[in-house]
């Protein structure tokens, strides 16, 4: 039995791609998880065939992945197609790995959730609330940072200070959907969704796809960019209240502070350490209580601590340098741990942070995880 | 008029509690070996498994904990109704429910004193609802 810790920097991740992000009613989640395959096939320079392991999410039949790609695993799992997938796909595949399951996992990503005119709520996603008109994962985020306004005192001035920064990467990112900069005073004016939450808390929900390619450290070398290792990692759920979907009482504190402090213990870093965050953006409030539970300030003190533009490149800490699912891709985390990756290898162009050595993934939900990469 | 809002999706489990509601009680799930209540109903009771389960009547009391206006209609029936409020209650008895407030002021504390009332929507459901004592 390994020590959990045994597998820091054991795992590397050689090969990313990606889709256009958009509107493709022509094309089906095969189809697009098959071009993020080939983008990530030959940005590693990997023999295709070589893939033995593969890991699907959001994608309706492994079997059928596997023909079209023609591979045929010794090594295949199945995840739905829920955002928090993301994180826990990328630590199964890196146990599978180290366990010696497979050499080779490609995990893989598609979403056609704007051609299919996805709604996240209604009859959807029946729940028990839904006799009060209580759905979708929005309203749940709205009355978490009505609790934490009421608590903190936290303001939404504050709150659009995360949309500010994450649009202004975005427009450095030659691939992202939205890129129009926008000020406070726009998220301010903006339309309410479900108030406090408005339009520009809101994630976009675009179609495409993303593959990572993962190997071990030792065959990392082979191929043809910097491998980019996985340093640590660490995972906490909260099942209750799970009839109140995507909602937890405490901003997932607890969760994240523990999913936190297992991955820096693993990678033998701090949050101190951390070049730039990757931090899982369905809608703006959850920035806040991941930069908390992290430790990146006290409880109760994000508000402040993005203020100024804290978040966005040349700041404190850098969010979501891609422009994050608020305004890149909503891909669900899949796309945030690639953007980490390319900063790691120095390939983001407008958006680089100098020196990065450092990148951490956070995921807070009810299935919290944080993935800790740094520079092979 | 039909009522075409969303219905509860009645199961042997939730049954007892919306035939409560139409008699204008709020009920919860309650363990008799341990004491833990709880609203959704479970199969068994998650504190300690306990299989026989059984229900107690809350007093309707209760704190506001959070409350959101939804401003985009998910279904229909609640286009008039935009913007809407839905509500989040921690019961005197311990568990969180979601329900809607009744009162529509912008003056809302967190903490603020609720109690349950009975919105009898149609002929064959009764919501129980929540507003400021
Ligand atoms: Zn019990």
């Known amino acids: 039995m390994y020590d959990l810790n045994e597998l820091k920097d054991k795992i590397a991740v050689i090969g990313v791609g990606n889709t256009k992000y958009g509107n493709f009613p022509e094309i089906d989640d095969y189809g697009l998880a098959a071009h993020a395959f080939r983008n990530a096939v030959n940005d590693c320079g990997i023999d295709k065939n070589k893939v033995d392991g593969l890991l699907v999410s959001r994608i309706p039949y492994y079997a059928r992945m596997g023909e079209v790609l023609g591979i045929n695993p010794r090594w295949t799992i199945t995840l739905p197609g829920h955002g928090r997938m993301s994180g826990m796909g990328i630590i199964e595949a890196a146990a599978a790995i180290a366990s010696g399951q497979c050499d080779y996992a490609a995990l893989l990503y598609a979403n056609i959730g704007r051609s299919r005119r996805v709604n996240y709520g209604g009859d959807e996603s029946p729940g028990t609330w839904d006799p009060w008109g209580f759905t979708s994962p929005g309203a749940a985020h709205a009355m978490a940072f009505r609790r934490h306004m009421e608590m903190y005192g936290t303001t939404t001035r504050q709150l659009a200070e995360v949309s500010v920064s994450i649009r202004y990467h975005a427009c450095l990112n030659p691939d992202a959907v939205m890129r129009n900069p926008i000020t406070i005073e726009d998220h301010e004016s903006a339309r309410f969704i479900t108030a406090p939450l408005r339009l520009l808390d809101y994630c976009l929900i675009n179609d495409g796809a993303v593959c990572l390619i993962l190997t071990s450290k030792e065959r990392a070398k082979d191929f043809a960019k910097p491998p980019v290792l996985i340093s640590g990692w660490g995972a906490q759920d909260t099942y209750s209240p799970s009839s109140i979907a995507n909602f937890d009482m405490d901003f997932w504190y607890p969760a994240i502070s523990a999913a936190g402090k297992q991955a820096y213990e693993m990678a033998g870093v701090t949050h101190k350490d951390v070049d730039a965050l990757m931090c899982y953006d369905n809608f703006s409030p959850t920035v806040l209580f991941s930069l908390e539970g992290l430790g990146f300030c006290g409880q109760g003190e994000s508000g402040a601590f993005v203020e100024d533009g804290a978040l966005s490149l040349g700041g404190r800490l850098p969010v979501n340098t891609d422009g994050g699912h608020l305004s890149n891709s909503y891909m669900q985390g899949w796309a945030l741990n690639v953007e980490a990756v390319r900063q790691l290898r120095g390939e983001c162009g407008a958006r680089q942070i100098p020196d990065c050595e450092v990148v951490q993934y956070v995921q807070s939900t009810p299935c919290t995880r944080s993935i800790i990469y740094t520079r092979g | ?133």
């Open chain 2, 1 to 133: 008029m039909t009522y075409n809002k969303p219905l509860p999706r009645l199961d042997t489990l939730n049954k007892p509690f919306w035939a409560a509601a139409k008699e204008g009680k709020l009920l919860l799930q309650h363990c008799p070996s341990c004491g833990d209540t709880r609203f959704p109903p479970g199969p068994v009771c998650p504190k300690c498994l306990a299989g026989d389960q059984d229900w107690i009547e809350a007093s309707g009391k209760g704190t506001l904990e959070s409350w959101i206006d939804m401003h985009r209609a998910y279904w229909d029936g609640f286009k008039d109704d935009l913007p809407y409020r839905v509500c989040l209650v921690r019961l005197e008895e311990g568990p969180v429910v979601v329900s809607n407030l009744t009162d529509k002021t912008e003056n809302l504390r967190m903490g603020a004193p609720v109690k349950v009332m009975f919105d009898a929507v149609s002929e064959d459901l009764t919501l129980p609802k929540f507003s400021l004592v």
